[in-house]
């Protein structure tokens, strides 16, 4: 099952696929177009993991300082960073580099503490798609990365759809991509990720108890590159989503 | 607007790095060093999520592999309006009101990429006792705080010590992020907070706020 939040004709529903676009809830079915898409569920705690794909590191290698990793690296998000499919994310005017990172991003559906490995997936209430925008002009090395790199309003797009654990039935092996203006720019397979979904909840359990909502985005692979003002980024995972995002720029926010 | 009696917040609890002058002393011309290679420029934040959030009374809860814990006593400024590239001059206009943080941590030495382990165990965000209402408070750059642990006070602060006013710091940050009714920034914790161990009592005082006390146990305790 595949659930979507939207909001329509002045108020939020949960919706799901129909062949002319969306069943609400209620009965409707209305355009993809028509509603206004949000994060598909109440999103808790936002867990990213950094470095989390093999290639990526290689590619951030000569940037980084340390290179030794004895725990995944996992940093903090928050919910007013959020977005959903098809909205607008601001470019600030003036930057050099700011970039996608298509994620899996793994729901908790159950309280999770202190979860072994084998019991961990059992945790899972589903997955769906993330963009983890970031602008790396503000990257400063304290905290890294800093919220002004990674945390900024609409920069942590969500969805479209959570689709439920039940329905992929390896998380392992999917294909990522993201496509800027129809083209191909990043791609990868979560086979790859250094530490898979088990490893995550087992590690981030042990000293924090998950609850239902908290979401994990499980790190991006190799090929993120700048994008600009008008700019139409699709982050897409086969099997859970195809998610819709376009840059614009300061005036649109009146900056 | 903000409930003001909602304890713990519903919103988003942010931590402010090195905003005081004895933070950045500390570390000194370190910062020119890696892996920091410069003085921190924008407000560095971080977030306490929510399994980190207790209330006043409520044990922190102490991991077997950590038995000395910083106490970081911590002025919480609860946002009452949305603010989004407010000025200094207009910030206080979003403040509903103050209330006292203990932001725990595990003792480590580096700010560059610290692990989640040191500061978002459960438990590791005491906050309280009380949100009181900003008309109330004269001054928020001008307030003493005191760590005192089973009694003895151990540091003394004073928010007049910030390096960006409580004004300023809203300003800073919601220049790149807004902040939402119901989060909570700390404007950040001075340097050389004090350490306690299971069994001893933790105690927050900032004047004019109240008295924040907590005591600690070892985690697996039922």
Known sequence: ????????????????????????????????????????????????????????????????????????????????????????????????????????????????????????????????????YAIRDYLENYYRPNLRVKNRDGCTVLGPWLVDAADVPDPHALALRTLVNGVVTQQGNTRDLISDIPALIEYLSSFMTLSPGDVILTGTPDGVVNVNVGDEVITEIDGIGRLVNTLVGDAVFHR | ?????????????????????????????????????????????????????????????????????????????????????????????????????????VPHASFYRPSMRFKCRDSFCPIGPVIVPRQTVANPDALNISVAVDGVVLQTCTTADLIRSVGQLIADITEFMTLHPGDVLSVGVAAGSPRARVGQRACITIDGIGQLDNILIAEETP
């Open chain 2, 1 to 105: 607007m903000w409930n003001l009696d909602e304890l713990p917040p519903r919103g988003t609890v942010y931590g402010t790095l090195l905003n005081y002058r004895s933070t950045l002393d500390a570390l000194g011309d370190q910062v020119h060093a890696a892996p920091y290679k410069a003085a921190p420029q924008a407000p560095i934040l971080y977030i306490k999520p929510r399994n980190t959030l207790v209330g006043h009374g409520d044990p922190i809860r102490v991991p077997v592999d950590a038995p000395e814990l910083e106490m970081g006593a911590t002025l919480g400024v609860v946002i009452g309006r949305t603010a989004c590239r407010v000025s200094a001059d207009h910030a206080m206009d979003h403040v509903a009101g103050y209330t006292i943080m203990n932001d725990v941590s």
């Open chain 1, 1 to 132: 099952m595949k659930r979507a939040r939207v909001a329509y004709g002045g108020a939020i529903h949960e919706a799901c696929e129909h062949p002319d676009g969306l069943l609400l809830a209620d009965g409707r079915v209305v355009a993809e177009d028509a509603v206004q898409w949000l994060p598909p569920f109440e999103v808790g705690t936002i867990i990213a993991l950094g470095l989390n794909y093999a290639d990526h590191v290689k590619e951030l290698s000569k940037e980084l300082t340390v290179s030794a990793q004895d725990e995944p690296l996992a940093f903090l998000k928050s919910a007013g960073s959020l977005i959903g499919h098809r909205a607008q994310t601001r470019r600030p005017d003036g930057v050099a580099f700011m970039h996608y990172e298509c994620e899996l991003a793994v729901v908790i559906g159950r309280t999770a503490r202190k979860v072994a490995r084998e019991e961990a997936i059992q945790y899972v209430a589903g997955y769906t798609v993330a963009n983890d």
